[in-house]
Nanobody, 124 residues
Framework: QVQLVESGGGLVQAGGSLRLSCAAS????????MGWFRQAPGKEREFVAF?????????SYADSAKGRFTISRDNAKNTVILQMNSLKPEDTAVYYC????????????????WGQGTQVTVSS
């Protein structure tokens, strides 16, 4: 089992920044790929970014996040970070952290464990 707890969400004006953190506990964090997804009201959950395991970890971003968001991980602290800059009102959503033990990718079904989510609201 892996427990994931997100933090760092809040209300920010358009153009501002937020730093989301996901703290993991349980099984060996470094062996899991980590992803961020988001879900806006009335919409399906969508991929935001992932980072694979191991040295030279691979990262990938949704088109909507490229150039604005950065995913990183600190295996010593069992933490994955999503730095979000130049936020837009359309970034408003609940953001979820997820962990995948055997694969990584952009599909939510790839991920085995999920946090409870943190609300991000961007005002115009």
């Amino acid at each position: 089992q892996v427990q994931l707890v997100e933090s760092g969400g809040g209300l920010v004006q358009a153009g501002g920044s937020l730093r989301l953190s996901c703290a993991a506990s349980g099984r060996t964090f470094s062996r899991f790929a980590m992803g961020w997804f988001r879900q806006a009201p009335g919409k399906e959950r969508e991929f935001v970014a992932f980072i694979s395991w191991g040295v030279g970890a691979i990262t990938s971003y949704a088109d909507s996040a490229k150039g604005r968001f950065t995913i990183s991980r600190d295996n010593a602290k069992n933490t994955v970070i999503l730095q979000m800059n130049s936020l837009k009102p359309e970034d408003t959503a609940v953001y979820y952290c997820a962990a995948a033990g055997t694969n990584y990718g952009t599909r939510a079904s790839t991920y085995d464990y999920w946090g409870q989510g943190t609300q991000v609201t961007v005002s115009s």
